[in-house]
Nanobody
Framework: QVQLVESGGGLVQTGDSLRLSCAAS????????IGWFRQAPGKEREFVAAINWSATNTYYADSVKGRVTISRDNAKNTAYLQMNSLKPEDTDVYYC???????????????WGQGTQVTVTA
C-alpha cells in the first residue's frame, strides 16, 4: 500500500520558516518524482514544486520561486519543502504527491498524502 504522510505544518507568523516533510512507504521511492501542492479554502489546488527521482531537476511555481526549496533524501524515503519568508497568502493545506519516474502535469501524480496545514498570520 502506497502511503505518503506529510508533517511539519503549523501556525507561524509572517516571515517565519517551515520545513515540511513527506515520508513515503509502499513504493520504490527513488523512481518516483515528488511534488508539493497546496489548496486554500475557495481555491483550486495549486502546484508548488516538484523534484525528479534523482534530484537533478527541480521546478517551482512562480508564486513561490525564491522562497521555497524542494529536496529529497532517497535513503530516508523522505522529501522536503523548505519554506522561508512565509506570507499570509501561503496559508494552505499542503499536499505531497508521487509520480512514477517523472511528471508532465498534476494528473501524473497518482499518489497523494493527507495534507498538512500551514497557517501564516500577519
Amino acid at each position: 500500500q502506497v502511503q505518503l504522510v506529510e508533517s511539519g505544518g503549523g501556525l507561524v507568523q509572517t516571515g517565519d520558516s517551515l520545513r515540511l516533510s513527506c515520508a513515503a512507504s509502499g513504493l520504490t521511492f527513488h523512481i518516483y518524482a515528488i511534488g508539493w501542492f497546496r489548496q486554500a479554502p475557495g481555491k483550486e489546488r495549486e502546484f508548488v514544486a516538484a523534484i525528479n527521482w534523482s534530484a537533478t531537476n527541480t521546478y517551482y511555481a512562480d508564486s513561490v520561486k525564491g522562497r521555497v526549496t524542494i529536496s529529497r533524501d532517497n535513503a530516508k524515503n523522505t522529501a522536503y519543502l523548505q519554506m522561508n519568508s512565509l506570507k499570509p497568502e501561503d496559508t494552505d493545506v499542503y499536499y505531497c504527491a508521487a509520480s512514477r519516474f517523472t511528471w508532465l502535469g498534476t494528473a501524473d501524480f497518482r499518489h497523494w498524502g493527507q495534507g498538512t496545514q500551514v497557517t501564516v498570520t500577519a
